[in-house]
């Protein structure tokens, strides 16, 4: 069974940092492209970041390109998200989600639970 | 950048079928997948590449995509259908993902 499990979610002052980290299992994660999607409470899905397979490709949301980095650990069946410079409107559920495939063209085909990020002073 | 525009809402009765429906320019040439999201949970896909409904997931749900309206439909509507769904492409030309708005469902 798949799991992911995201963790590194908390409150962060406005122009911090925050590192969020998906454990996954159950699948042979080096296989599959690897998503974050963030959700304020209340509201809609935004997809936030890709990274496909290998690592070699990634894709941003224009709402966080130059300063949120995703990366990935195949040795460690691991996800990163790297947050500098967070604002107020960065605050959300993160959610880490494993795609159909490996190529970051996919859907995503299971879903963590979400860990939230608060930014506020 | 590519845009998706589901309705706030749609409420229907028990045994009812409820039709949700997704538009974006030509949605019709891109993949369309849908999400379900119940109350305080993560979301679920319920249905990917426009029509075809993943493990698990019930016949009652089936969908379709064409010109500028990809829909979903459920049938038989049970209080356990309540909640967002949303639909998602990938835009290639952009390399983004791009999500709905979503759309709530209300069961009555």
């Known amino acids: 069974e798949v799991h992911l499990v995201e963790s590194g979610g908390g409150v962060v002052q406005p122009g911090g940092s925050l590192r969020l980290s998906c454990e996954a299992s159950?699948?042979?994660?080096?296989?599959?492209?690897m998503y974050w999607v963030r959700q304020v409470p209340g509201k809609g899905l935004e997809w936030v970041s890709l990274i496909i397979w290998n690592g070699e490709t990634s894709h941003y949301a224009d709402s966080v390109k130059g300063r949120f980095t995703i990366s990935r650990d195949n040795k460690k069946d691991s996800l990163y998200l790297e947050m500098n410079n967070l604002r107020a409107d960065d605050s959300a559920v993160y959610y880490c989600?494993?795609?159909?495939?490996?190529?970051?063209?996919?859907?995503?085909?299971?879903w963590g639970q979400g860990t939230l990020v608060t930014v506020s002073s | 950048s590519y845009v998706l525009t589901q309705p706030p809402s749609v409420s229907v009765v028990p045994g009812q079928t409820a039709r949700m429906t997704c538009g974006g320019d030509?949605?019709?040439?891109?993949?369309v997948h849908w999400y379900h999201q119940g109350p305080g949970q993560a979301p679920v896909l319920v249905v990917r590449d426009d029509d075809f409904r993943p493990s698990g997931i019930p016949e009652r749900i089936s969908a379709s995509n064409s010109g500028n309206t990809a829909t979903l439909i459920i049938t038989g509507v049970e209080a356990g259908d309540e909640g967002d769904y949303y639909c998602?492409?990938?835009?290639?030309?952009?390399?983004?993902?791009?999500f709905g708005g979503g759309t709530k469902l209300t069961v009555l």
């Open positions: 030509n949605i019709g040439r891109k993949s």
């Open positions: 998602q492409v990938w835009d290639s030309p952009t390399h983004l993902v791009v």
């Open positions: 989600g494993k795609e159909r495939g490996g190529s970051g063209t996919q859907p995503i085909e299971n």
């Open positions: 159950g699948f042979s994660f080096s296989e599959h492209a």
